[in-house]
């Protein structure tokens, strides 16, 4: 039987994730009212909102 590691970063990934999909969900949401909106992962926060480079809404 192998040992268990003491490196696991299944939670790390599983969060990750959530931010990709919430900041999909978000984009999508926010679209219609700015379309010019950008999305940015893990730039400014989790999650931002940018238009032109600056960040107009920042979601931890």
Not at 11 to 21: D, I, K, M, P, V
Not at 23 to 50: C, N, R
């Amino acid at each position: 039987m192998k040992p268990a590691s003491t490196h696991e970063a299944s939670a790390s990934a599983t969060g990750y994730l959530f931010q990709c999909r919430y900041a999909l969900l978000a984009g999508l949401q926010a679209i219609a009212k700015s379309p010019q909106l950008e999305i940015s992962i893990e730039k400014f926060d989790d999650v931002g909102f940018e238009v032109n480079g600056e960040p107009t809404q920042l979601i931890q």
